[in-house]
């Protein structure tokens, strides 16, 4: 299948998912794009039992492509330029120090919290899993992985949730930032693993992600003044060319960042903010005009949706190999390390809350709602999926435990979450 057919496949599936979920199932539709990609992995191995051949054809569209490279230096910049346009600016601007603080410290406590959770489990006899060899950085990686929320399916959640304004924002900003710090701080720990933590000084480290994260957000606002500047000379009077200049602009924040070992993911949110004037439609907000038409912002959301589809049905297709090794003696651990990252998260949102709360107001429960609404998705996986072979067995255990979590997450936490905020 060359890349034409599967793409066209992709889009047709996509369709005819979305329409199922909307006439029958009638989920949102992030975890009902879910359920219909769980369902369909388990029909291709159904299927596979009685046609080997069929299983290998469907196995055999995963390996065609890289999906780590694909979502990562390819979906995931417009994924996450389509929410950043779609977020209140002023709103965001007016709690950043919430924001950023509830993106830094809650990725990098999650991250070690898990991190070292997951060694000392996978250390238990009782457990079975001290053959595997995991050291503490592959744990650590794993926390890394896990630790950002997926801005796609929580913004497609808290949209429907009628929440307040500023909670909104916060939920909003809150895991759009921490996507770049939790890509930053994997990054950093994967060049530990393959250089060796004894060929690595604290300086290094540091330079690595001060480089990723200034780097990023100098790159995004360069590009966002650049990109707002040249709409605003357009003067929304050739609609179709905004649409264009903020696709090239979408496009070359992967290239310039990779060449510079800045942040992409950061680079693309401070960029979509910096375009992102006004998102409300009915009015002027202290007189600031949208920059974009609202043809833009249409067409970005058509994008939104439609990649959002086709991550849902990759992550479907990308799960088969693991069900077809699964061992049900890893159901334990699983719920054991599911545990870990909700009351991890937990703790890395209730603790900045808490501080903040001794100048700033926050409605009651917020912690919680922010808690729950973590949602993980396809980053983590692809993230799981970019660990080098060089860990060996653990790569398989961790891929197994993300998948486990991120399908919690959205299946779980994600149909609850309503209930919970009402």
């Known amino acids: 299948m060359n890349l034409h057919e599967l793409f066209a496949f992709l889009l047709i599936l996509a369709s005819i998912f979305s329409i199922i979920n909307l006439r029958i199932l009638k989920l949102p539709q992030t975890i009902g794009l879910m359920v219909l990609a769980i369902v369909l992995s388990l029909v291709v191995l159904m299927a596979g039992l009685i046609d080997p051949d069929f299983l290998s054809m469907a196995t055999s569209l995963t390996e065609q492509f890289d999906f780590s490279v694909m979502l990562i230096d ?21 709690d950043k120090v919430t924001i950023l603080l509830l993106a830094t410290f809650g990725v990098i406590f999650s991250t070690f919290a898990v991190g070292t959770g997951l060694y000392w489990l996978v250390s238990q006899p009782f457990l079975g899993m001290t053959a595997i060899g995991l050291t503490y950085v592959d744990c650590l990686l794993f926390g890394a992985l896990i630790a950002p929320t997926d801005p796609i399916a929580v913004l497609a959640m808290v949209k429907k ?43 290094s480290v540091g330079s690595l992600f001060i480089t990723e994260v200034v780097g ?23 609609v179709e060319l905004e649409v264009l200049i903020t696709l090239s602009l979408v496009l070359m924040v992967p290239v ?32 600031v005009q949208k920059a974009m038409g609202d043809y833009v912002y ?7 949706e439609t990649l959002n589809a086709i991550l849902f049905i990759l992550i479907g297709l990308e799960i088969i190999p693991i069900l077809q090794n699964f061992d049900l003696g890893y159901l334990f651990i699983i719920l054991l390390v599911i545990v870990l990252v909700v009351v991890s998260r ?20 917020t912690a919680l709602i922010i808690t729950w609404g973590g949602l993980r998705g396809g980053l983590s996986i692809a993230l ?27 299946l779980v936490q994600g149909l609850t979450l309503k209930k919970i905020v009402k």
């Open 298 to 304: 249409k067409f970005w959301h058509l994008v939104d």
């Open 216 to 238: 990023g957000i100098l790159l995004g606002a360069a590009l966002g003044y650049l990109g707002l500047k040249l709409v605003e000379y357009i003067e929304n009077e050739h």
């Open 384 to 410: 799981a999926l970019n660990l080098p072979d060089s860990i060996g067995t653990g790569k398989d255990l961790i891929l197994i435990l993300t998948y486990g979590v991120v399908l919690f997450t959205i």
């Open 346 to 365: 937990g703790i890395g949102v209730f603790v900045p809350i808490k501080l903040l709360s001794i100048k700033k107001v926050f409605e009651k429960n």
């Open 74 to 94: 390819v979906m995931l910049p417009f994924l996450l330029f389509a929410g950043a346009i779609s977020v209140d600016v002023h709103e965001l601007l007016k």
């Open 161 to 203: 949730m009628n929440l307040s304004k500023i909670t909104e924002t916060r939920i909003a900003g809150e895991s759009l930032f921490n996507d770049g710090i939790g890509v930053v701080v994997f990054l950093t720990l994967l060049t530990m693993k393959i250089e060796g933590v004894e060929n690595i000084t604290a300086a």
């Open 256 to 287: 310039i960042a990779h060449m510079f070992h800045f942040s992409a993911v950061l680079g693309v949110v401070i960029m979509g903010l910096f375009l992102n004037q006004n998102i409300d439609t009915d009015k002027k907000v202290d007189g």
